[in-house]
């Protein structure tokens, strides 16, 4: 069973920046397309970006296009959001996915496993 853990949320000004990460602490995410996905309150979750198992496919949303990167470390270990020129609307609990078989990488029933979550909060 892998358990994700996402972490680097917080409360941030607009137009600041954030970098989210996404690990399997004792797990490699080498076989492993990655999404992130949000959940602001009232609305339902949504898909934010995604990154194919070989790095070659990566989606963002048209929301987040230009000012989120998402990017997978060397090892595999820990998959990245930078998040910069933050907006208000970008607040949410934030999501990593995990899925061996990923094809648009913004549905979320392709993925396997989930993390627990972690706050942006973009407020002045």
């Known amino acids: 069973q892998v358990q994700l853990v996402e972490s680097g949320g917080g409360l941030v000004q607009p137009g600041g920046s954030l970098r989210l990460s996404c690990a399997a602490p004792g797990f490699t995410l080498a076989y492993y397309a990655i999404g992130w996905f949000r959940q602001a309150p009232g609305k339902e979750r949504e898909g934010v970006s995604s990154?194919?198992?070989?790095?070659?496919?990566?989606w963002y949303a048209d929301s987040v296009k230009g000012r989120f990167t998402i990017s997978r470390d060397k090892d595999k270990s820990t998959v990245y959001l930078q998040m910069n020129s933050l907006k208000p609307e970008d607040t949410a609990v934030y999501y990593c996915?995990?899925?061996?078989?990923?094809?648009?990488?913004?549905?979320?029933?392709?993925?396997?496993?989930w993390g627990q979550g972690t706050q942006v909060t973009v407020s002045s």
């Open positions: 996915a995990a899925g061996e078989v990923v094809v648009t990488g913004y549905l979320q029933n392709e993925y396997d496993y």
């Open positions: 990154i194919s198992s070989s790095d070659s496919t990566i």
